[in-house]
């Protein structure tokens, strides 16, 4: 809401703490406590600042004009994880499919044309899967030409891999050396891990400490709770964090939609697992790594999409079509609905649908009426569409987190966190 100078109008949050009340302007990135209710109505539910234009996708002037890239290089992979939610498991030859290196190439030198028209100095490719170093002599060849093109065009690049970590010690050199950031999935001590991701945990482990002696700035990690695992999340963050002080680790719950009887490929308790994860981060601390989780986010920006499905995500696939989320990728009838272009070999171009991408842009909280008043909105920006896809069908994009409530205390944990350290964290 504006005014006629050019201000915003944003919403001064009251969350009651006991005697106390928490003061909270999200926009403003301020919190703090007043002593009781009485001096809390003494403050205005609603204050003018400055307006920063809050065009905040930029869509008028951007459609398509995308400067990141994930490429998808393939659908197989070399694990069978107990929770997948691609059915990727078990690397079958016959089946499976690689990204053909003229999409991938059209798919760089295409982020590469839009930096320079947007006066960008910088893209990014995000190297995915299944499994990407199956594909590995495209790997090689993609990360190559990368390097080659970002270099004629006189611009910065960075190259990030999302990977399984399982990979002979070859593999693991040569990333070391040619890729800039890379995530492996690790669910925590070999006890738990073997259990959720097969008994793959030695491999992972050593290529993990490999390219952590390499530039431990390199490495982060991502773990999957399970309904067996959260009870352990504080035991799962103290031991990357004592192996691996420094690097970032990415929490997140498995989401299931099935009543899977089985505790590793099943969801665990919300309020469970973000009670376990705020006890967490006292321990990261100790060793400077920073654990967070996607829907419980403090940034100074403010984030109106979860993710960057809402029209800023460029997802090519190991079969030439483009995605706004690569957890729908194969998701039959719901994943098409992130499914909005394709790569056409007779043009050599993407070719996009218009009306796909219109609605994609709508995945944002402003089309989510519950979360207008909700003073953990940008925390989590509605959740992820994806999971939420699956849950309630073609309507998911007006519908709030199916996690709200437990988002909104955890939220104020993390605000009473703030409150009682006085300095930034999450």
């Known amino acids: 809401m504006n005014n006629k100078d050019n201000k915003e109008i944003v919403r001064v949050f009251k969350i009651p703490d006991g005697e106390k009340i928490i003061i909270y302007i999200p926009e403003l990135s301020e919190i703090f406590y007043v002593a009781n209710s009485k001096s809390a109505r003494e403050i205005p539910d609603f204050v003018a600042i400055e307006d920063k234009a809050r065009n905040h996708f930029d869509f008028e002037n951007s459609d398509y ?12 992979c070399n694990l069978n994880c107990t929770y997948c939610f691609g059915n ?6 016959k089946n499976s499919a690689v990204i053909p290196l003229e999409t991938a190439y059209a798919a760089i030198n295409y982020i590469l044309r839009n930096a320079q028209s947007k006066k ?3 893209v990014r490719i995000d190297l995915f899967g299944g499994e990407p170093t199956l594909a590995w002599e495209t790997l090689v060849r993609i990360t190559t030409y990368a390097r080659d093109q970002i270099l004629k065009n006189n611009t910065r690049g960075i190259i990030n891999m999302t990977t399984n970590g399982f990979f002979d010690k070859k593999k693991a050199e040569w990333l070391c050396k040619n890729i800039d950031k890379i995530l492996i999935s690790l669910d925590g001590p070999a006890w738990i891990h073997n259990k959720q991701r097969g008994k793959t945990f030695n491999i992972i482990f050593e290529n993990a400490k490999r390219i952590y002696e390499e530039d431990f700035k390199k490495l982060s990690f991502r773990i999957t709770i399970s309904a067996f695992s959260v009870r352990y999340l504080p035991d799962i963050v103290s031991f990357l964090a004592n192996n691996f002080p420094g690097c970032f680790q990415l929490y997140e719950p498995v989401f299931s939609v099935n009543d899977s009887k089985c505790l590793f490929a099943s969801s665990p308790n919300p309020r469970d697992f973000f009670t376990k994860f705020l006890e967490s981060v006292e321990i990261g601390r100790k060793f400077n790594s920073r654990i ?8 100074k920006d403010r984030r109106y999409s979860f993710c960057g499905v809402a029209g800023k995500n460029f997802m090519v696939t190991y079969d030439n079509r483009i995605f ?6 194969e998701n039959g009838s719901m994943g098409d609905v992130f499914h909005f272009g394709d790569f056409n070999f007779d043009k050599k171009s993407f070719i996009f649908d218009s009306k796909k991408y219109n609605f994609l842009k709508k995945l944002t909280i402003d089309s989510i009426p ?8 940008y925390s989590c920006a509605g959740d992820c569409p994806a999971n939420k896809a699956l849950l309630y069908g073609y309507n998911f994009w007006r519908k709030p987190s199916y996690r709200c409530e437990d988002i909104q205390i955890a939220t104020k944990e993390m605000l009473k966190f703030l409150l009682n350290k006085k300095e930034e964290y999450f």
Do not use: P
């Open 120 to 122: 960008y100095s910088k």
């Open 292 to 299: 967070r989780t996607s829907v419980l986010k403090l940034d």
């Open 370 to 377: 519950q979360c207008k008043n909700c003073f953990a909105r």
């Open 65 to 76: 004009c995308f400067t990141n890239a994930v490429l998808l290089l393939t659908n197989a």
């Open 88 to 93: 990727y498991g078990g690397f079958d030859k």
């Open 324 to 329: 706004a989320c690569h957890r729908m990728i």
